[in-house]
């Protein structure tokens, strides 16, 4: 008697690699992303992850990998939250379940991860510049390779595609557009105005369908590409933007058509020179929920496939507690109603960065610049050069794009632009791409600017009036997610400039008299730390300018300084301190606790703090061993003298 094993995945599961996927007829392709898709949706729903973005590239993928010799043949997937589809054909579709945890796959492409993850990403706009370099190393050392970028009609109206587009000259690359005209949040601006003029009416449905005619057909290759440039060309534009910078243009053409997909990338794989296909697709494609609701899709975390995201009812009576990005929210629309002069900045995070009650109630002095930090920074300055009062919400992880123009045109101006920094410290399963390690470290360095960090609710709102009052530029830092509880109160009032204070003293007599600095997030861990250890804690509250004052006190009443901060130990906040008691003379022992010099990997961000020795217990663990050694030290030292 024969048994048969049935499977849900038969066309899925026996590849594990694009060679595996190479040896299937064509004609099952379209089956295979139909399982591809079903995989992406039960294995995304048990993890949490990018969703929508994922399933609107699901025949992209199997279409690259189909028509190019990967990983032989480059594939450089901008941002990379699109790039679920291609672990899985890849090698990777056992460690789905452990997608963006400790220890399993990350979310974007890593190099060290899979030799088909052929260059790291997960900031935008960065796909044709790296791979016109590998086109470049391909002609230089004599290899036939193709690089290929692909880059959504999001993140190609970022500056660094155009600048790499213009410098593109003869080399063979190959760039594939994918207009979803979506990027996290709608895609705004010029750019997205003319791919939806490209493909309005009978525009685009005349230009798909001679398309799909063209490439049915199958002619010579002569012949293709003849009929390619009289209609695609001809029938889209007379010269096309992309064409001005040297591209073949050809499209645009269906994205979900697998077959087409196939044609049409073998036909430009056999041409030289750079070459430009634009494709449409749908964000969500193949599960209607993201298809009707792509932003709420763009990452959610777990969820029943068949109902879809359900948000947590709240226990009765007990009023849920706010996100530091809520509160920036609810304080942004207050001081606009206060103040005319309030402008709301985002570079395409009106969602992640707590823009949408704004934008809806301030509509004029709202602005989506599109991915584009650098010339956020600098329309901010332009504003507040104008009498304007500019607030710039930005993730730290994305302020370092724009940190020439906060040099450049905000500091040495002197201007008044508020920085709203959300996602100070460890993020989570997004990674080393998105922690926001450095900014205590790159801002505090920078003449002109005001520094906060924020350890509790109330604070951060006080702190962004704070820094809104000042005529000068200044930065407020926040965590991702909730507060400790602390309640907000409406009234707004200015906290005095460069001042800390203390949240738990000494208790009784001592002979190690210990003081903890912490900084923003890090007070609440301090303070739950100093009660074990009986030391004195102070909520520094500034990075910049320190409190010369209480860092005095601090060193003349204790025998052992520890400063902690969720940001790099190099040059942050402990480092200003350090500098401090340099300057007033002191000599005495001081613990910097802090991030490593290292990047810390994705994972859940309650195990990435206790990793990195940054909660109660890990002070704790730290800060005792570390005062035996000191004090035998002294005791040392006095003996010999």
Not at 158 to 175: K, L, R
Not at 387 to 410: C, E, N
Not at 519 to 547: C, Q, W, Y
């Amino acid at each position: 008697m024969t048994t048969t094993t049935t499977t849900k995945y038969p066309l899925l599961d026996p590849i594990s690699d694009p060679a595996d996927l190479r040896k299937l007829d064509r004609r099952d392709l379209p089956a295979l992303a139909i399982e591809l898709r079903e995989f992406i949706v039960d294995s995304v729903s048990t993890t949490g992850g990018h969703f929508s973005s994922n399933l609107g590239t699901v025949e992209l993928t199997i279409a690259l990998h189909y028509v190019f010799n990967t990983p032989e043949d480059r594939l450089v997937w901008d941002v990379g939250h699109q790039t679920y589809g291609h672990k899985i054909l890849t090698g990777r579709k056992a460690g789905m379940p452990k997608l963006r945890q400790k220890g399993g796959i990350a979310g974007f492409p890593r190099r060290e991860e899979s030799p088909y993850d052929t260059f790291g990403t997960a900031h935008s706009s960065t796909s044709i510049s790296a791979a016109l370099g590998m086109a470049v190393a391909s002609r230089l050392s004599g290899s036939n390779r193709k690089s290929v970028a692909i880059i959504g009609d999001g993140a190609i109206t970022g500056g660094m595609a155009f600048e790499a587009m213009n410098n593109i000259g003869h080399e063979d690359v190959i760039v594939i557009l994918n207009d979803n005209d979506m990027s996290i949040s709608e895609s705004i601006g010029a750019m997205n105005n003319y791919f939806a003029k490209l493909m309005s009416g009978r525009f685009y449905a005349n230009t798909k369908k001679t398309a799909e005619r063209i490439l049915s057909a199958t002619p010579t290759f002569k012949e293709i590409a003849k009929r390619v440039e009289e209609h695609a060309k001809g029938m889209i534009s007379p010269s096309t933007m992309f064409e001005e910078f040297g591209f073949n243009y050809v499209g645009p053409i269906d994205g979900h058509n697998v077959d087409v997909l196939v044609e049409t990338l073998s036909n430009i794989k056999k041409l030289g020179g750079p070459q430009f296909l634009h494709i449409v697709t749908k964000k969500g494609q193949g599960y209607k929920l993201a298809e009707d609701d792509p932003i709420n899709y763009h990452g959610p975390s777990k969820f029943d496939p068949k109902i879809g995201i359900i948000k947590a009812a709240a226990a009765p009576d007990v009023k849920p507690k706010p996100t530091y990005t809520q509160i920036f929210g609810d304080w942004l629309c207050d001081m606009a109603r206060a103040d005319k002069r309030l402008v709301g900045i985002t570079p395409a995070m009106r969602e992640g960065s707590g823009l949408v009650k704004f934008s809806q109630e301030f509509p004029k002095r709202y602005f989506d610049v599109a991915i584009a930090e650098q010339h956020a920074v600098t329309f901010a300055a332009g504003l507040a050069a104008d009498g304007m009062k500019p607030v710039l919400a930005i993730y730290s992880t994305f302020l370092q794009r724009g940190y020439d123009q906060l040099i450049h045109d905000v500091a040495i101006q002197n201007l008044p632009v508020v920085f709203a920094l959300d996602r100070g410290g460890l993020v989570g399963a997004d990674g080393p791409t998105h922690h926001g390690a450095f900014d205590m470290s790159f801002l505090r360095c920078i003449p002109n600017m005001t520094v906060m960090a924020a350890s509790n609710e109330d604070e951060c709102r006080q702190m962004l009036y704070t820094a809104f009052t000042l005529d000068s530029p200044s930065a407020v830092r926040y965590p991702r997610g909730n507060g400790p509880g602390v309640a907000i109160q409406n009234e707004m009032t200015a906290l005095e400039v460069g001042k800390g204070l203390l949240t738990r003293e000494i208790k009784g007599f001592t002979a190690k008299r210990v003081a903890i600095l912490a900084f923003g997030s890090m007070v609440k861990h301090a303070t739950d730390a100093g009660d074990e250890l009986n030391a004195t804690v102070a909520n520094m509250r500034f990075v910049k300018p320190i409190d010369e004052e209480l860092i005095f006190k601090l060193a003349t009443t204790h025998d052992y300084l520890v400063t902690i901060e969720e940001n790099v130990v190099m040059g942050g906040a402990g480092s200003a301190v350090l500098e401090s008691l340099g300057a007033q003379g002191f000599n005495i022992p001081v613990l910097q606790l802090g991030l490593p010099d290292a990047f810390v990997e994705h994972g859940d961000p309650a195990i990435l703090l206790a990793d990195c020795g940054l909660n109660k217990d890990g002070i704790v663990a730290s800060v005792q061993p570390w005062l035996l050694q000191k004090s035998g030290t002294r005791l040392s030292h006095k003996a010999a003298s």
